[in-house]
Structures are given as structure tokens and as C-alpha cells.
T-cell receptor, first 112, second 114 residues
Framework: GNSVTQMEGPVTLSEEAFLTINCTYT??????LFWYVQYPGEGLQLLLK?????DKGSNKGFEATYRKETTSFHLEKGSVQVSDSAVYFC???????????FGTGTRLKVLA | KAGVTQTPRYLIKTRGQQVTLSCSPI?????VSWYQQTPGQGLQFLFE???????NKGNFPGRFSGRQFSNSRSEMNVSTLELGDSALYLC?????????????FGPGTRLLVL
């Protein structure tokens, strides 16, 4: 079945460091891919999305490119801030079963 | 435009009781989905409602049920609560089909079962 695999956390970085959070997926067809962020005590917020191969989603300095050949959608940011500390979820929308499938989440801690 | 709201935000119940959680979607959104979030299992899909009909369902026991009203507001009910039902319950709304549209999440209801 379809699935999303994210790198284990926590990821701890110093402020202004480069961030990569890996996400790979298995899916039949052509899913849309998403990154959501969850700040402490809150629900999930959409960070960015890509709906077809080679699309790049971007928002607030974060980027991710839909790579069909490697079935990946890695999240990157060139310079993280303390305020980026949160849990990041990779997800795909499965048009076959009409469901969202989420990864397990990766906690990011950014130290000043 | 107001976001997705969920009430109550926190709830403490004891085993065997039942609980009802409420979700008000963004104005104009017709689809409401419910998720259970736990540290061990992550985010798991419960069900989705559209125009007062359950359109999709996850793999949860029949103790978990829901409904949607004509104004798109949705409620989720859990009967005969078990300790393992302790979780953050998130609701998300979208204009139409969630897999085609962006989902917008509420802040969640944190349920603790003692």
C-alpha cells in the first residue's frame, strides 16, 4: 500500500544552519505531496505542497521538490531560526483511496 | 476568514464513559476529516464527511463515530472509552475532496482517559 517514510528525529541544529528533513514515499498513481508543520500545542499547518513531478513547493524559506524518479520530497531550508522549532510532517494524498497518509513526523530543535 | 475551530480544547474522562468532540470548518468548506494523533502511532485517519455523509473511513472500531450537520459542522463521538483512546484529535476541513484540495487543521482536542 501507499506509505510515507520520514527520517527519525529529533534533529537538533544551531541557528542559521542548513536543514534537510528526508521524506520518501511509495504510491501508485500520481499523488500530491505536502509538508505540514505543528508547533507546540497547536494543530497542523500546511507549509508547502507540490502536485506533480518536478514541482517545487516553497514557503517561508522552506523548499521541497517532488522527485518522481527517487520518490522523494525532502524539506530544505538554508538558514533555520529558533522559531522554526516544531514537528514537521510529510504527507501524500492518495487519489486511489481518497485519504491523506502522513509520515510519523520529525521534531526539529533549533538552538540559539 | 476564521480558521477551523474545535471544542473543547481539553477533556478528561474515565474509562467506560463516552465523549463528543465538535469541529467547525472554515466557512464554505464542505469536507471535514478527523484524525487521531498519538506519540506511538502518529496521525491516523478516522473518517471524512461531506454534505452530511460519511464519504471515507479509516480502520477504527465502531466505538468511533461521527456526523456532519447541514452547516458542515461535525461532531465525533467515542463510546465506551478506553485508556488507549487518550490522544489529540484533530479535525481538518477542505472545500471539497481532501486529496485534491488543501486541508486546514484545527488546534485539536486533547483527550485524556483515566
Amino acid at each position: 500500500g501507499n506509505s510515507v517514510t520520514q527520517m527519525e528525529g529529533p534533529v537538533t541544529l544551531s541557528e542559521e544552519a542548513f536543514l534537510t528533513i528526508n521524506c520518501t514515499y511509495t504510491a501508485t498513481g500520481y499523488p500530491s505531496l505536502f509538508w505540514y508543520v505543528q508547533y507546540p500545542g497547536e494543530g497542523l499547518q500546511l507549509l508547502l505542497k507540490a502536485t506533480k513531478a518536478d514541482d517545487k513547493g516553497s514557503n517561508k524559506g522552506f523548499e521541497a521538490t517532488y522527485r518522481k524518479e527517487t520518490t522523494s520530497f525532502h524539506l530544505e531550508k538554508g538558514s533555520v531560526q529558533v522559531s522554526d522549532s516544531a514537528v514537521y510532517f510529510c504527507a501524500l494524498s492518495d487519489a486511489g483511496t481518497y485519504k491523506y497518509i502522513f509520515g510519523t513526523g520529525t521534531r526539529l530543535k533549533v538552538l540559539a | 476568514k476564521a480558521g477551523v475551530t474545535q471544542t473543547p480544547r481539553y477533556l478528561i474522562k474515565t474509562r467506560g464513559q463516552q465523549v463528543t468532540l465538535s469541529c467547525s470548518p472554515i466557512s464554505g468548506h464542505r469536507s471535514v476529516s478527523w484524525y487521531q494523533q498519538t506519540p506511538g502511532q502518529g496521525l491516523q485517519f478516522l473518517f471524512e464527511y461531506f454534505s452530511e455523509t460519511q464519504r471515507n473511513k479509516g480502520n477504527f472500531p465502531g466505538r468511533f463515530s461521527g456526523r456532519q450537520f447541514s452547516n458542515s459542522r461535525s461532531e465525533m463521538n467515542v463510546s465506551t472509552l478506553e485508556l488507549g483512546d487518550s490522544a489529540l484529535y484533530l479535525c481538518a476541513s477542505s472545500f471539497d475532496e481532501p486529496v485534491q484540495e488543501t486541508q486546514y487543521f484545527g488546534p485539536g482536542t486533547r483527550l485524556l482517559v483515566l
